[in-house]
């Protein structure tokens, strides 16, 4: 498995590009803002989009993800309890004084134990909820895209509509903290990390 990221748009998102490198087989996790860039950079790596994942339905993860859509003309993929997160795109919007964006079509819906296939990479996908009902991690290949589950010394915001520290923390412990040590962790925003560092560094886990 190889990767790239962007970080993107007004909230400093982390945009990935996530591709087998024998066939070029990729995926697009959180198109949330400069498509432009982000398929430039697909292009650079001669990478092949083939579906979009919304780790997660707040708006700075999906504000362009209709516009990667149109171009890439390529299906999106949700967990079905971000469904009525998504519909609440243009509050988001407005909330943070954002001009409002179409919301973007879901094709169908990712659920814990699904396995996303690209090329020879498998990604299980885990239900991760806590900052938001329906978010998902993908793990496999030695790496965990999180969304906004954990980051760098922190996790994700749980005084949004929908979230719940408990529910976080126990996301956070059954599905990520029972990984290897070495397993990278490819977050939202900020930089990345490791299960490790995590385990012993993060207040939060303490």
């Given at each position: ?8 748009g ?17 995926i697009l996790v959180d ?16 990478v ?33 309890d971000?469904?009525?997160?998504l ?9 943070f ?13 990712l659920k814990?134990?699904?396995v ?6 498998e990604?299980k ?6 900052h ?5 991690s993908?793990?496999?290949e ?55 560092f995590e ?7 303490q």
């Amino acid at each position: 498995m190889k990767w790239d990221s962007l970080t993107v748009g007004p909230f400093g998102m982390n945009a990935y590009i996530v591709w087998c490198e024998k066939t070029k087989a990729g995926i697009l996790v959180d198109p949330g803002d400069e498509i432009d860039a982000i398929l430039d950079r697909a292009a650079s790596h001669g990478v092949k989009l083939e579906r979009i994942i919304i780790t997660h339905a707040h708006i700075d993860h999906v504000m362009h993800a209709h516009e990667a859509q149109a171009r890439l003309r390529i299906p999106l993929y949700l967990h079905p309890d971000d469904e009525s997160v998504l519909q609440k795109i243009p509050n988001q919007a407005a909330m943070f004084g954002l001009a409002f964006r179409p919301i973007p079509k879901v094709d169908g819906h990712l659920k814990d134990g699904d396995v996303v296939r690209l090329g020879e990479v498998e990604l299980k996908v885990c239900h991760t909820p806590g900052h938001s009902p329906g978010a998902i991690s993908l793990i496999g290949e030695g790496h965990a895209i999180v969304g906004d589950v954990l980051f760098y010394g922190s996790i994700g915001r749980t005084d949004l509509p929908g979230a719940s520290f408990e529910v976080l923390m126990r996301s956070i412990r059954e599905k990520l903290l029972t990984l290897p040590d070495n397993v990278r962790v490819l977050p939202g925003h900020g930089e990345t990390t490791t299960i490790g560092f995590e385990r012993l560094n993060n207040p939060f886990l303490q």
